[in-house]
């Protein structure tokens, strides 16, 4: 069992239907799909690494949408940008409350594009939860630090 | 009654403020501690403060120190909100002046039953 994949699992649950009054549903084949949206918050202390939620535009800007009170289509960048974060912000910080020893969250960091496994340098993925919401899949990480080679 | 509400994320202040403003709230917004101190200073007529703790600038655990150190301001009930679920942090947010303590992710019947507990509600 991967390491706190249920306590994950039941987090992110609880944000998407809590602030987001959006689903979880089971993930389907997530193998063709991109992200094109990246949220991290780093985790420092006693235990370090880092929270990963990785999303498509249309799932992002559903999100977006639902926080912000507006069509999709009046979203700007920094909206979209703005509600990943509080969004990976809020995964997070529950999620540290169960890690062990005392940690602390950044604050939330955004980027678009690219392989979210490259994005948190000197980490490993221990935990990988493949979601979905509004039929549209997206990933939930979380990346243990990894020494630094010398 | 007129609320104050403080994160730096625009998402969370628009969630917190439309909650808020569905229980007959106005709402204030303010995007870290500095900001709502300045906020305060032009005009402290708040029924209720909500405060996220982790922002620049000055974060919700030194704004509430802040506010707490001002006599005008001591008086108005403080709620934290927040994704810091860890007991120590709570119990530190109390010590320091928070009245009422939310974790993120809430639903607004949540929020509606924290400010009730403040004794902060329009009806």
Redesign the interface.
Known sequence: MPFLSDEIRQMTESVWTSALGLALEPAPDTAAREDDWIGVVQIAGEWGGALVVACPNALVARIASGMFGKLEAELSQDELRDALGETTNMVGGNLKALLPGVCFLSLPAVARGGDWKRKVPYSRPVTVLECSSEGVPFTVALLEKTPRPT | MRALVID?????R??IA?CLKALGFDVVQAIHGKDAVEKLRSDAKFDVILVDW???EMNGYEFIKAVRAVEDWRGIPLMMV?????TTQVVRALAAGANEYL?????PEMLGDKLALLGVTTS
């Open positions: 730096d994320s625009a998402a969370m628009n969630i439309r982790n922002m620049p927040t994704t810091e679920t860890e974790m993120k992710p809430f639903t």
